[in-house]
């Protein structure tokens, strides 16, 4: 395994160890000497604030520079000497040479010489490095003035820290490299050891997930992992049991559940579309029949023509109750899809001729902008049905201008027949909801033509039985309802578009 957990876990164990010791051998070459010199300096401006405090115009407080300076000086390994205003020695350690530091000093005082790698500079004093030729040694130096007038000089040597510095850094490096090895070979140890039940559990619940419940946690042990291993058996053989149950009542349930669902809608949408679609011809059939009882004509003639509408009517009803029960059988892929070629133009025409009444009465133009003979591929009885539905939302829709068109446009082997009609947008909140059913954007206006919200579903379950797209897009000055047909053969562009 590319990403195992032995591997990991050694990689952050042995990075962790090297980064460790690289920062100490780092920290000790180039922090260690930065470090001793920042103390030094502390103790120097320690010193030189207890030399400035004891001494006065009036001399040296010996006793408190006898006891507490001197020692301060010898544990800091330091040399002091400290000069009045007329540059005579009052106060001095034994361990340096006072007489060259005297003159060291008056130099410094009196400009004769020039302070070099200065440190630190202040009003009253200054630390710097200084290379001492004859004893070939650098010093840390602090030398300047007192507020009792008088003048002072300190200085520490600094060659031990670069000996033990180099000392100490060898040390590290050969401590470092025996180290880093036996924490290679333990944490190696140690990560196969744990990764071991780990893999041994992942390979299980592989297994168990492919439902493969013979396999068993065999490494056994008591801590954590060994009890995660022992509950993964368990569990192992409760899900085999529980698993082949479940199965077998899931099944009977999952088609018990359909067929009532299944039968449930399909009595539903039954019941609305019949209500929806039969209203009307119940209403003509209902007066011309009254009409006939009244003898409302007595001519033989117009007796027989109500008589034709009456029986016209009759099986129109007929004919709208099996296309609802094809539909509702359509919705639950019971009903088969008739896919014939046939000519999508002619049908327009057909469509516009024989609504042209109710078009007449909207006070509607309808005009239909397109190929006079389209070939496509589809269910005609169906889309015949879903044309309908879009010329009468759009007839019952129809304002301002009041004109409908057809419009009839080919590209990437599909045509695409669009009914538009002038009036006010579908608000935006509503247009994923007008395929559901019994929604209705205006419900006011819905009772005014009896519209029960069931044709743009009716639309939507043909359309997704032939697997075409479908769909509705708004205009400034109205609404355009489409669908889309498999063109019987593939060209882009056409006479209708524009």
């Not at 670069?162 to 025996?178: D, E, G, K, P």
């Amino acid at each position: 395994m590319k990403k195992s957990i032995a591997r990991q876990l050694s990689a952050v164990f042995i990075g962790l160890i090297v980064l460790v010791m690289a920062a100490n051998l780092l920290a000790n070459n180039f922090l260690l000497e930065r470090y001793y010199i920042y103390s030094l300096e502390k103790a120097l401006t320690r010193v030189y604030g207890m030399i400035d405090e004891n001494v006065t115009e009036d001399g040296v407080n010996k006793e408190y520079f006898t006891e507490t300076i001197a020692n301060q000086c010898s544990a800091n390994n330091m040399s002091l000497v400290v000069v009045d205003d007329m540059y005579n020695a009052i106060a001095w350690t034994s361990g340096g040479n006072s007489g060259l530091m005297m003159a060291r000093l008056n130099g410094y005082v009196l400009d004769l010489e020039q302070p070099e790698n200065v440190l630190i500079r202040k009003d009253n004093y200054l630390i710097q490095k200084k290379y001492e030729p004859m004893q070939n040694m650098d010093f840390l130096e602090m030398w300047g003035d007192l507020t009792s007038g008088g003048h002072f000089l300190i200085r520490i040597p600094l060659s031990s820290i670069r000996v033990n510095a180099q000392i100490s850094f060898r040390f590290l490096v050969y401590f470092s490299l025996a180290a880093i090895v036996i924490c290679i070979l333990l944490v190696m140890a140690l990560s196969r050891r744990i990764a071991r039940p780990i893999r041994e559990l992942t390979d299980l619940s592989r297994r168990m997930a492919n439902l493969d419940f013979d396999a068993r946690y065999t490494s056994g042990g008591s801590d954590e992992i060994g009890e995660l291993g022992e509950h993964f058996n368990q569990m192992s053989e409760t899900l085999e049991k529980t698993i082949s149950q479940l199965k077998s009542a899931n099944n009977q349930l999952q088609l018990d559940i359909d067929r009532k669902d299944k039968v449930d809608q399909m009595r539903r949408e039954f019941l609305a579309n019949v209500s929806h679609e039969l209203k009307t011809p119940l209403a003509l059939i209902q007066g011309y029949a009254e009409g006939l009882e009244e003898c409302v004509n007595d001519d033989e003639e117009n007796r027989k023509f109500y008589c034709e509408v009456i029986t016209d009517e009759a099986s129109r009803m007929n004919l709208l109750v099996q296309k609802l029960l094809t539909l509702n059988q359509l919705e639950f892929g019971d009903d088969q899809v008739e896919m014939e070629r046939f000519d999508i133009a002619a049908l327009i025409e057909g469509k516009i001729q024989s609504i042209g009444i109710l078009a007449q009465q909207k006070e509607a133009d309808i005009a239909y902008v397109g190929d006079e003979s389209v070939m496509v591929w589809g269910d005609e009885f169906k889309v015949e049905e879903v044309l309908t539905n879009y010329l009468s939302n759009a007839l019952n829709h129809v304002d301002g201008e009041r004109k409908v068109e057809i419009r009839q446009t080919r590209t990437d082997g599909k045509v695409r027949i669009s009914v538009f009609n002038t009036g006010s947008p579908i608000p935006e909140e509503d247009l994923d909801r007008i395929w559901d059913k019994f929604y209705k954007v205006d419900k006011a206006h819905s009772r005014e033509y009896g519209g029960s919200g069931v044709g743009l579903s009716i639309v939507k379950a043909i359309m997704d039985s032939m697997h075409q797209g479908y769909g509705v897009l708004n205009h400034p000055d109205g609404v355009e309802f489409w669908f889309e047909l498999d063109s019987d053969s593939p060209q882009t562009g056409s006479a209708g578009e524009g």
